[in-house]
């Protein structure tokens, strides 16, 4: 997604956990979210601001806020739930 501002690596070591990847149990749904959402043409389905602007500051890609739709939907949840959900917010 070059030309948009992205959020940091999840391959990055960071003091606790080591990477968020380790944190982020394989049976979380955000995995499928992760793969689902960066499969979809999200310029096709009608999606704004897939193409960065030439100017300013850079915009942020519209599949993570897509992903977190798709998280919170998952979880049955309008709001943060527990640790786990923040933590595969944060993944993606």
Not at 31 to 43: H, K, N, P
Not at 51 to 59: E, I
Not at 75 to 82: I, L
Request: aromatic content about 8%; charged content about 25%; glycine content about 10%.
């Amino acid at each position: 997604m070059k030309g948009f501002a992205e959020g940091a690596d999840r391959q990055q070591t960071t003091l606790l956990p080591e990477c968020l990847d380790d944190r982020v149990d394989e049976s979380n749904p955000v995995g499928a979210v992760d793969v689902f959402v960066d499969a979809l043409e999200l310029r096709e389905l009608g999606f704004d601001g897939v193409t960065p602007a030439a100017t300013g500051r850079p915009g942020y890609h519209p599949s993570p806020m897509l992903k977190l739709i798709f998280m919170a939907i998952s979880t049955g949840s309008n709001r943060a739930g527990g640790w786990s959900v923040k933590l595969a917010a944060i993944w993606k």
